[in-house]
């Protein structure tokens, strides 16, 4: 358990430095907030869900690595977003997300599919990974004629705030954020195994639940954050932008390194559960102007009936 605690909060700690760092180095070279907001940000939060999955999956865990994939973009929609609407009411302009929520809408169907078929394989990995490379260069490219979106990622890059001045200390902070979310992510592994074994969890129930929520930490304080300055939009966005990574650049980006077997009990129950609320999250963000507290409550009660079934006798009619 307390592997567990002290990989989750390296983890939460060090993505913020690795962030800040990276976008320093970013700056430096020249590039814009519209792309900084679209590759270095993303990456970086995200960057806890790819060591977490790749050190899942190469310690013969590949339960635990698929499950915090499918239960990373479930926590960032049900609970980051969830939470984020009861901070405060989140307005957002619907012509600027709906891109990407029609994106995420995709990716998902297609790692679903990916799934059922055979799991994900070095060919599978190519696809995925090609599949962002592309969505980059597009969205790129159409954000600098659409201002609504393009103005969504520059917010992005805005909000990281207290960078380091010197390239020195940039550099140092994406040495040790590089370094603690490695160790975090061994620590986390370890310990939600440990856990697994002692009370008889799966562990794909340990990756869809413990390690997801901790690996979906970063974009939790981002929303958190950004809802409370009025920037809805960009919460929106980071959490959107969050799963289209989770999906392809993860998943992608671990099969291209190890092949991920789909658990048998993820395809019952969890996928399933993904679909319908990347739908919802489709529906709910194209179809009103602005999600309420109450709308974030009902998100977040969602999130906790789903963590109540994982560790319920429920979860037992679904098979091992």
């Not at 809408?105 to 055979?118: E, N, P, R, V």
């Not at 790129?140 to 979106?149: D, F, K, M, N, S």
Request: positive net charge; glycine residues 10%.
């Amino acid at each position: 358990m307390f592997q567990a605690a002290l990989g989750l909060a390296l983890l939460l700690f060090c993505a913020d430095y690795v962030v800040r760092g990276a976008v320093r180095f970013a700056q430096q070279l020249g590039l814009s907030n519209l792309l900084i907001g679209l590759t270095v940000v993303a990456f970086g939060t995200s960057a806890p869900e790819f060591v977490t999955t790749l050190t899942a999956a190469l310690a013969n865990a590949p339960d635990m690595a698929v499950g915090n994939v499918i239960g990373s973009n479930i926590a960032n929609i049900l609970l980051v977003l969830g939470i984020a609407a009861l901070a405060k009411p989140l307005v957002c302009d619907r012509r600027a997300i709906a891109r990407d929520a029609f994106v995420m809408l995709a990716a998902t169907i297609l790692f679903m599919a990916m799934g059922f078929l055979s799991g994900f394989k070095v060919w599978h990995g190519a696809v995925l990974t090609s599949l962002l490379l592309l969505y980059l260069i597009y969205a790129y490219r159409t954000e600098r004629r659409l201002v609504t979106a393009e103005a969504v990622h520059e917010k992005e890059a805005s909000e990281v705030t207290n960078l380091p001045q010197s390239l020195w200390i940039a550099g140092l902070l994406l040495a040790v954020g590089i370094t603690g979310i490695l160790i975090g992510a061994e620590l986390l592994v370890r310990g939600g195994t440990g856990i697994a074994r002692h009370f008889g969890i799966s562990e794909a129930v340990i990756g869809l639940t413990l390690v997801a929520v901790g690996t979906s930490l970063p974009e939790l304080a981002t929303a958190i954050v950004a809802s409370r300055r009025n920037h809805g939009d960009v919460a929106i966005g980071n959490i959107l932008g969050s799963n289209i990574f989770n999906l392809l650049a993860i998943a992608g980006g671990v099969a291209l390194i190890t092949p991920l077997p789909m658990p048998q009990q993820l395809l019952r129950f969890d996928i399933w559960i993904l679909l319908a609320v990347s739908c919802l999250a489709l529906l709910l963000l194209l179809g009103r102007a602005q999600l309420g507290r109450f709308t974030g409550l009902a998100l977040f009660s969602a999130y906790i009936a789903y963590i109540f079934i994982q560790f319920s006798p429920l979860r037992a009619l679904l098979g091992p």
